[in-house]
């Protein structure tokens, strides 16, 4: 044996002693320790210390990181788009026409003409079926004339 060895081997005996008797004198402590009970609103006084540790404390760079989260800036950048491209579409959107669109004929002006049209109508046909009496059937002749 070496004597080198021969210290390591004594040096870990030691540190093996030292560490039996620490083992040892804590037993010890331990056992002449008194017997605690937990208190009854024990459980409920850990689960109310943990709650307010795990709760951030409200700072202002919390609050700024809440508002401008990347979610909302998104939102807000794409509605601010959006309303750019509607402006910019209506501005160039063609105008109606600045002058006034003439008034539409009145109902009994429409129905004059209507009229009107008719009795023309029926006049060519009739005039087309006295020329060649073949174009229409007797009874479309009979309810051109009006029988």
């Keep these: 044996m070496t004597p080198e060895s021969s210290k390591r081997d004594q040096s870990r005996r030691q540190s093996k002693r030292s560490q039996e ?5 804590m037993w010890n402590l331990l056992g002449k320790a008194s017997h605690q009970e937990p208190d009854a609103m024990f ?3 850990i689960v109310r210390k943990t709650r307010l540790l795990g709760r951030p404390k409200a700072t202002l760079s919390g ?12 939102l807000v950048t794409a509605a601010v788009a959006a309303v750019v491209c509607i402006t910019g579409v209506s501005h160039f959107w063609p105008e109606p ?3 006034p669109i003439p008034a539409l004929a009145t109902l009994s002006d429409t ?8 009795e023309l109508i029926i006049s060519e046909s009739l005039s087309a079926a006295a020329e060649d009496p073949s174009l229409f059937t007797r009874d479309e002749v ?3 004339i009006g029988f």
């Design 43 to 45: 459980a409920r006084d």
């Design 111 to 118: 129905q004059e003409s209507a009229v009107a049209l008719t």
């Design 63 to 74: 609050m700024l990181a809440g508002i401008f989260s990347p979610l909302r800036i998104s």
């Design 142 to 144: 009979v309810a051109m």
């Design 21 to 25: 008797d620490w083992d040892d004198s």
């Design 97 to 99: 026409p600045s002058s």
